[in-house]
């Protein structure tokens, strides 16, 4: 890369241009293909002549690949001065190339003067003049985009055009006035009325998040039929199967936990198929017997399901061992794969090895088909060591993507299958299968990553060679988070380690974890498309996933006052057995969501951080001489004094309630909660873990020593103590009725002025006792997880 950069600056690239295409593994190489073909590597050329070379190297075709010398020499000549003519010779290359049909097909020698531009655009004007003065201003982007269909400008200098336009525009209707200018709506003052607030207060509309799948990148995806086969027969048998149904695939290698970026892809395929009336399969890529384990199939099918997909159907690599044997062998036979007895090292020094050097055929690469179908058989029947011979495809070592370079198809491994178990010895590698597979499950649509870009020739090569039906592979951008890692075996590493408790704990962003920490999927689904879907890599900050879990969970949690550090309030002026039965919403503002009782008594806990032991200018809650409001309850409370223990802390305040007189109301409200024998209050929480970032950077990787040295010591906090008014049981009575206590994450709530917590799945709980109505006895071990903070105010103390 860093040798490219001042190659690419030659040619009239800025330096971050320069970077970022050096950068760029499929356009680097072109780029400098084109460059010596230009003959300027040494010397460079002028700018203009830079842009040309590089318009052609981003926009060049497959087809027209091998004609780029002949282009090459036309622009350093003169003969194609614009990009729009490097457009027509791209165009015209690609089929039934003739050199003598060139130039007229390209503009070649033709000049377009300044006097032809301004009588073109002056003549276009008058006959659109009338909408033009109507609608002044708002006509110059269309207009700029018909004068490029004028044919009279065909090779004209799109720069001059422009100009011209800009000017007869000027000349014709003046300067820019407030008639050109986007007009601001008026506010009305509105008055408040029944109906309006009813309004107000309706459930708000889900966004159409669907229309991501017909916009952008993806809108612009062919429709079923319209992909081109080597055999135009194989076409007719894929629309015949389908019904020109859209098929996608999810297709996850079960060798471990999905993680957020998966949320993207399982989003993307389901979500495509759905929106076109499709249906969409779940593969599993069960090619690797070594990592794959029962557990993370078990899990990835939970998780899709979690997120709210159901597949059409679930299907395996493995399912198709044999199809896919039987390909191999007609590959042999073809010519084009051979067995090669190659060590890995060998192969990477005949790719060219680290320094990229000359790449060169291996040995075994002319190897009699006979001979290498007698070794392939011999490999299916165990008669090779592991890593002793592969079966190599027969491809094009001379092209610059190294997804031509002879990749493997099989190799020998001597691991039971979770599926297959003994039956076979040799398994085929993902470059090999993943085409095939997409074939016989007749995909219309293969959409993956874009680390899967140079795998799309491949992907297409090897369809054609063994003559098989060739779905189309479209890559998007994956779905990077700051301040987390995604890579399996660093986290498998941390689980290892005890850095983590495991691959669901909830500072990770596997899908496991973050569900464990109890993330609702449709926040999670809604966060990926609002993204949208490009060829883009994106990398969201982390707080944007917060803030949009926040934005569901506001809608849908219920309120529960919770004291994560209490202490005791007595009130000395009401009888030992007062009580004052209190009814509090589930959601203010929101009567839809219901409500429920509270008992308030003579002895109450509030949140140590709620009281002072002096006041102090600003500060409105409790401290003595002063009074503060209660949530929900009808009068303040007005404090007398406090208690200490002998190491100083306050154990006790002493108030009196303020029930006598006239009312005045508090500058702010607590929230509290009751003790009461009678009402089983307060509920007492076994755990409350507050879960932070697990890493102290937005990147660990990059940070000195590795990510491990990145981890914050801070990430969790256990609270033992914690207590919670009684609606808990409540919710938890209603919940367990509809769940029967599955999926305890999906017990959620917003603790009042805390943050948004939820069941952990340690809570023991006996759902039969609770159905029953003895909530208490029914939950034996309570444990809460603190989802995401509320938004924080830096304004607050």
């Avoid at 006959?127 to 400008?153: C, D, F, Q, W």
């Avoid at 491949?458 to 054609?464: G, I, P, Q, V």
């Avoid at 009074?627 to 002998?646: E, F, I, N, R």
Wanted: aromatic share 10%.
């Amino acid at each position: 890369m860093e040798e490219l950069v001042p190659l690419f600056v030659k040619i009239g690239l800025s330096e971050q241009k320069a970077k970022d295409t050096a950068k760029n593994k499929k356009l680097a190489p072109t780029l400098e293909s084109v460059i010596n073909e230009a003959g300027v590597r040494e010397s460079g050329c002028e700018k203009e002549k830079g842009i040309l070379l590089y318009s052609l190297a981003t926009t060049v075709t497959k087809n027209a690949l091998e004609h780029v010398s002949f282009i090459t020499k036309k622009i350093m000549n003169g003969d194609l001065k614009t990009t729009d003519q490097v457009s027509a010779a791209i165009k015209f290359c690609e089929v039934d190339f003739k050199e003598e049909g060139f130039d007229a097909a390209c503009g070649v020698g033709i000049v377009i003067t300044s006097e032809q531009i301004s009588q073109a655009v002056a003549e276009y004007i008058e006959a659109n003049k009338e909408n033009i003065v109507a609608n002044r201003y708002k006509t110059l982007g269309p207009t700029l985009s018909n004068m490029r269909k004028v044919e009279a400008l065909r090779w004209a200098d799109g720069g001059k055009v422009k100009n011209e336009v800009e000017a007869q525009y000027l000349a014709l209707l003046g300067p820019k006035d407030e008639r050109d200018a986007p007009q601001k709506k008026k506010k009305e003052a509105k008055k408040v009325t029944p109906e309006a607030t009813k309004k107000a207060a309706a459930p708000e509309k889900k966004a159409d998040l669907s229309k991501v799948f017909f916009e952008g990148e993806l809108g612009k995806l062919h429709k079923p039929g319209e992909n081109p086969q080597i055999h135009p027969d194989l076409m007719k048998e894929h629309l015949k199967a389908t019904g020109s149904k859209v098929i996608t695939r999810f297709p996850p290698e079960p060798n471990g936990y999905l993680h957020i970026g998966h949320a993207k892809a399982i989003n993307v395929n389901f979500g495509y198929a759905k929106a076109h009336n499709g249906i969409t399969y779940l593969r599993y890529d069960d090619t690797n017997p070594e990592a794959e384990e029962e557990k993370y199939f078990t899990s990835i099918l939970e998780t899709v399901r979690w997120l709210g997909f159901e597949p059409f159907k679930i299907t395996y690599s493995s399912d198709y061992f044999q199809e896919l044997f039987d390909l191999a062998v007609k590959l042999i036979k073809k010519g084009l794969a051979y067995t090669c007895q190659c060590t890995p090292e060998e192969i990477n020094a005949n790719r060219g090895g680290k320094d990229h050097g000359e790449r060169k055929a291996c040995a075994h690469r002319e190897r009699p088909v006979e001979e290498t179908l007698d070794q392939f058989m011999k490999m299916k029947e165990g008669r090779y060591k592991e890593g002793e011979i592969t079966l190599r495809m027969k491809m094009d070592l001379t092209n610059g993507n190294p997804q031509f370079w002879d990749l493997i198809a099989y190799r020998v491994m001597y691991t039971p299958h979770f599926r297959t178990h003994d039956q076979w010895c040799i398994y085929p590698t993902y470059d090999f299968t993943h085409c095939l597979v997409d074939s016989f499950e007749n995909i219309t649509h293969s959409l993956c990553t874009t680390e899967f870009r140079q795998s799309r020739e491949s992907y297409y090569w090897l369809c054609d060679a063994v003559e098989v039906y060739k779905p189309v592979q479209w890559e998007y951008g994956r779905l990077n988070v700051t301040g987390t890692i995604m890579s399996k075996r660093k986290i498998l590493k941390m689980v290892n380690n005890n850095y983590v408790s495991d691959w669901d704990d909830p500072r990770l962003y596997t899908l496991v974890g973050i569900r464990r920490r109890g993330v609702p999927p449709e926040a999670i689904n809604s966060f990926v498309l609002e993204l949208g879907v490009t060829t883009s890599q994106t990398t969201i900050e982390v707080s944007r996933f917060d803030n949009k879990t926040r934005e569901y969970l506001d809608k849908t949690a219920p309120r529960l006052m919770t004291i994560l550090d209490p202490v005791r309030v007595v009130l000395t002026n009401v009888p030992d057995d007062y009580v004052e039965e209190v009814i509090v919403p589930n959601k203010p503002r929101d009567p839809s969501m219901g409500e429920h009782k509270v008992p308030f008594t003579k002895v109450f806990y509030i949140d140590r951080s709620d009281f002072r032991e002096e006041d102090a200018k600003g500060y409105y809650r409790l401290a003595p001489g002063k009074s503060v409001g209660l949530l929900y309850a009808k009068h303040p409370v007005h404090c007398t004094s406090y208690k200490k223990d002998a190491d100083g802390k306050v154990i006790e305040i002493e108030c009196i309630y303020e029930n006598e007189g006239e009312f005045k109301k508090p500058k702010t409200y607590i929230h509290w909660v009751a003790e009461s024998a009678k009402h089983n209050s307060p509920v007492k929480l076994d755990e409350v873990r507050i879960y932070e970032r697990l890493f102290k950077h937005d990147n660990p990787e990059t940070v000195e020593g590795g990510y491990l040295n990145d981890l914050n010591p801070l990430s969790l906090e256990i609270v033992k103590g914690a207590i919670a008014e009684v609606g808990m049981y409540d919710h938890i009575a209603d919940w367990v009725k509809k769940t029967d206590g599955k999926n305890k994450e999906s017990m959620r709530w917003q603790f009042t002025r805390t943050g948004y917590f939820c069941l952990d799945k340690d809570t023991d709980l006996d759902a039969e006792l609770i159905k029953s109505g003895k909530v208490k006895e029914g939950l034996k071990h309570i444990v809460i997880n603190r989802t995401v903070s509320l938004k924080e105010d830096s304004e607050k103390d």
